[in-house]
C-alpha cells in the first residue's frame, strides 16, 4: 500500500531532551516536507527536500533540524525542544516539487507534547 | 502582510444542499491552488488544484473556481452528503516559493446534517 508513515504517533517529553520524528514514503517520491498544525493557525511549513541532500526552510524552521540521506526517509529532528513546540506535526511527499502538479500525500501525524 | 483567509466559522448545511467554501488571499502570486480534506486525527488528503490560467476545476461532486482578479477561491460540493462533514483546507504555491512551498489556511469545518 501506498502510504506515509510517521513514528512516534504520540509523543510526551521533557524541555531540552532530544528527539527524532522520523518519517518514510514507499512511492519513490522526490519531494518531502514537515509541516505543523496549531489551533487556529492552520499547516505551517517547517522544512521541505526537492531530493536526497536538497533541504530548504520553510515559513517556521526555528528549532527544527532535518536530513535528507535517503530518498524514502525524512526524519524530523528538535535538538532541544520547548514547550512552544508542542503541536501535531504532519510529514508529506509528493511526486516532484517545482512548477508541476504538487498534489501531497500527508502521513497519518505526530502528537507531541513538550513539558 | 501575506495572508489566505477561509472562513473559521463552520459551515452547517442540510444534506442534498450545496456546500459553497471561500478562500481568500492577499499579497500572494499563487502558481496555483489546492483544496484538502480532513478528517478528525487524520493528515489532510489532496482534492483538487486548479492552476491560476484556469477559471474552473470538477471532479465528481467537487468543483472549484479560481478568480486572480478578486484574489479567491470558491470550493462547492452539490448534492451534499453526512459524509462529507470534514475540515477544508485551501493552500496556494506562491511564485516566490518556487512552487516548493506550500501555504495553507486555517480551514472550514463543514457539517452536512440528514
Known amino acids: 500500500e501506498a502510504q506515509v508513515t510517521q513514528n512516534p504517533r504520540y509523543l510526551i517529553t521533557v524541555t531540552g531532551k532530544k528527539l527524532t520524528v522520523t518519517c518514510s514514503q514507499n512511492?519513490?517520491?522526490?519531494?518531502m516536507s514537515w509541516y505543523r498544525q496549531d489551533p487556529g493557525l492552520g499547516l505551517r511549513q517547517i522544512y521541505y527536500s526537492m531530493n536526497v541532500e536538497v533541504t530548504d526552510k520553510g515559513d517556521v524552521p526555528e528549532g527544527y533540524k532535518v536530513s535528507r540521506k535517503e530518498k524514502r526517509n525524512f526524519p524530523l529532528i528538535l535538538e532541544s525542544p520547548s514547550p512552544n513546540q508542542t503541536s501535531l506535526y504532519f510529514c508529506?511527499?509528493?511526486?516532484?516539487?517545482?512548477?508541476?502538479?504538487?498534489?501531497?500525500?500527508f502521513g497519518p501525524g505526530t502528537r507531541l507534547t513538550v513539558l | 502582510s501575506q495572508k489566505i483567509e477561509q472562513n473559521s466559522e463552520a459551515l452547517n448545511i442540510q444534506e442534498g444542499k450545496t456546500a459553497t467554501l471561500t478562500c481568500n488571499y492577499t499579497?500572494?502570486?499563487?502558481?496555483?491552488l489546492q483544496w484538502y480534506r480532513q478528517d478528525p486525527g487524520r493528515g489532510p488528503v489532496f482534492l483538487l488544484l486548479?492552476?491560476?490560467?484556469?477559471k474552473e476545476k470538477r471532479k465528481e461532486r467537487l468543483k472549484v473556481t479560481f478568480d486572480t482578479t478578486l484574489k479567491q477561491s470558491l470550493f462547492h460540493i452539490t448534492a451534499s452528503q453526512p459524509a462529507d462533514s470534514a475540515t477544508y483546507l485551501c493552500?496556494?504555491?506562491?511564485?516566490?516559493?518556487?512552487?516548493?512551498?506550500?501555504?495553507f489556511g486555517a480551514g472550514t469545518r463543514l457539517a452536512v446534517h440528514p
Open positions: 493552500a496556494l504555491a506562491p511564485y516566490s516559493g518556487g512552487y516548493n512551498k506550500l501555504i
Open positions: 499579497n500572494y502570486s499563487p502558481a496555483y
Open positions: 486548479i492552476r491560476e490560467n484556469e
Open positions: 508529506a511527499s509528493s511526486p516532484y516539487g517545482g512548477n508541476r502538479d504538487n498534489e501531497q500525500f
Open positions: 512511492m519513490n517520491h522526490e519531494y
